[in-house]
């Protein structure tokens, strides 16, 4: 049985590699696509059941026009691309596997153009495109295949020093490994959604703009080792530092520079 844990626990590393859009990370990732299309189609569905979508027309014309040239520069035609606005204070939004977007109304009131609106939805949409639910579930399946394996190896069910051994992994899993995968992850959906931006034909800088304005209205954040997004000051450094890279997809693209404020 120890030798079986062990054994599986190095056949997850070696399974799944997948390259991510635009960036060419590799990434592991042990569902399929159709799965997780198939989990994010029903927790979708789930939250609307919950949730109150907004009766605004203006909003609602303005996430359909942005969110379907997002979806156009991201080039997944394959995707059930939907965009709901929800009703709530909270400022947020989402993409669910698949191309389940939604966007809360208490966001809106911070965005001063389509630009900043497509520059959020890009990136919520780059955690689609590249698979990070996928990626989160092979990280939490390989934190316990990685505890099971441990506990094979460092002795019997009732050792002491094994008990103390997995409570440490338990601790280290989560602040070692699975945070800091989940900060690569909104910075790499920050990084892949400045190219849909520009690509859509949005000024890509008001991306950082943004982002700078989203710190102010929001507060205080906790420790970046302890957050599962980049802090605030180095997203805005990276967003302003990348900006130049993605010139040309909107020196190509058609041109909407900040589209019509909000």
């Not at 939490?140 to 009732?158: H, I, K, N, P």
């Not at 959604?193 to 710190?215: H, I, M, N, Q």
């Not at 954040?221 to 805005?236: E, N, V």
């Amino acid at each position: 049985m120890r030798i079986k844990a062990v054994f599986l626990f190095f056949v997850f590393l070696l399974l799944g590699c997948v390259t991510t859009p635009e960036s060419g990370r590799r990434a592991l990732v042990l569902t399929s696509e159709a799965e997780e299309a198939e989990m994010g189609r029903q927790a979708y569905a789930e939250v609307l059941s919950k949730e109150r979508v907004a009766n605004n027309p203006k909003w609602n014309s303005l996430l359909q026009r942005v969110g379907q040239r997002i979806a156009a520069a991201a080039r997944k035609p394959g995707y059930g691309w939907e965009f709901k606005l929800i009703e709530s204070k909270e400022k947020n939004a989402f993409c669910l596997p698949g191309g389940k977007v939604a966007v809360y109304t208490g966001i809106m009131t911070v965005f001063e153009n389509e630009a900043q609106m497509a520059a959020v939805i890009g990136h919520e949409v780059a955690h689609a495109t590249a698979r990070h639910g996928g990626q989160r579930i092979t990280v939490a399946l390989g934190a316990q295949l990685g505890m099971t394996a441990l506990g094979a190896v460092v002795g019997g069910e009732d050792s002491k020093e094994k008990q103390v051994l997995l409570a440490a992994l338990g601790l280290g899993a989560n602040v070692g490994a699975i945070l800091p995968f989940s900060r690569s992850n909104e910075t790499e959906a920050d990084e892949i959604g400045l190219v849909y931006t520009a690509r859509a034909g949005y000024d890509p800088r008001e991306a950082s703009r943004f982002w700078e304005k989203f710190a102010k209205e929001s507060g205080g954040a906790p420790p970046t080792f302890l957050s599962t997004h980049p802090s605030s000051s180095s997203r805005q450094e990276n967003l302003r530092n990348r900006v130049g890279s993605v010139m040309g997809e909107y020196d190509r693209s058609p041109k909407y520079g900040t589209g019509e404020r909000i």
